[in-house]
């Protein structure tokens, strides 16, 4: 079974300083690995997508993540925090597998605060 | 817009009321879905459809009745609701294993 662990519910950092939000995930499979973002009152949008390619992953928006089968590790990067950047964000498995159904497993999400 | 449109994007309706939510895409994506997302809760995931027919019901009460007439339409049809049914209901669509694509969701008090 898959699954994930987002592990700080809240970020707090300052413009212009690294953004790091930490994500540890279980999966039977080599997993297909998500981050989203979601703003006040608006849908999900995809920031940035591992499906077993280049272990370094390059989002949208300055972000990044790396895929790390030794830690089961999946951390979001972003060298320079911007005040657009405060928002949800959700790690996310998928179980796309023969047989399955394709469906996403989320994270509890973390908040990322931007303080001028 | 994201290519997923979710109507109406506020819906207030009573515990005896029965309405609909609505999801369309144009994306020719073959997968739908429909997830809930409550306060302080991560993301349930409520039902599957895979070239219009059901793959999956993740043990969501029968006050809640997906239909998908085709592989653009996803409808949502709520009846006698209770106020803890009160959230955010967001669509998904997909093709293979890249386009995983959410609407902007339709947002639920059951009062």
């Known amino acids: 079974a898959q699954s994930v662990t987002q592990l700080d519910s809240h970020v707090s950092v300052s413009e212009g300083t690294p953004v790091l939000l930490r994500c540890n995930y279980s999966s039977s499979y080599s997993p297909s690995l998500f981050w989203y973002v979601q703003h006040p009152n608006k849908g999900l949008q995809l920031l940035l997508k591992?499906?077993?390619?280049?272990?370094l992953v390059k989002g949208i928006n300055g972000f990044e993540a790396e895929f790390k089968k030794s830690e089961t590790s999946f951390h979001l990067t972003k060298p320079s925090a911007h005040m657009s950047d405060a928002a949800e964000y959700f790690c996310v498995v998928s179980d796309l597998h023969s047989g399955n159904t394709g469906k996403l497993i989320f994270g509890q999400g973390t908040t990322l605060q931007v303080k001028p | 817009e994201t290519g997923v449109t979710q109507t109406p994007r506020h819906l207030v309706m009573g515990m005896t009321n029965k309405k609909s939510l609505k999801c369309e895409q144009h994306?020719?994506?073959?997968?739908m879905y429909w997830y809930k997302q409550s306060a302080k809760k991560p993301l349930e995931l409520m039902f599957v459809?895979?070239?219009?027919?059901?793959?999956e019901n993740n043990s969501v009460p029968s006050r809640f009745s997906p239909e998908c007439p085709n592989s653009s339409h996803l409808f949502l049809h709520l009846h006698t609701l209770q106020p803890e049914d009160s959230a955010l209901y967001l669509c998904a669509s997909r093709q293979g294993n890249y386009g995983y694509t959410f609407g902007s969701g339709t947002r639920l008090t059951v009062v």
């Open positions: 994306l020719g994506h073959n997968a």
């Open positions: 459809y895979n070239f219009k027919e059901q793959t």
């Open positions: 591992y499906t077993s390619a280049a272990t």
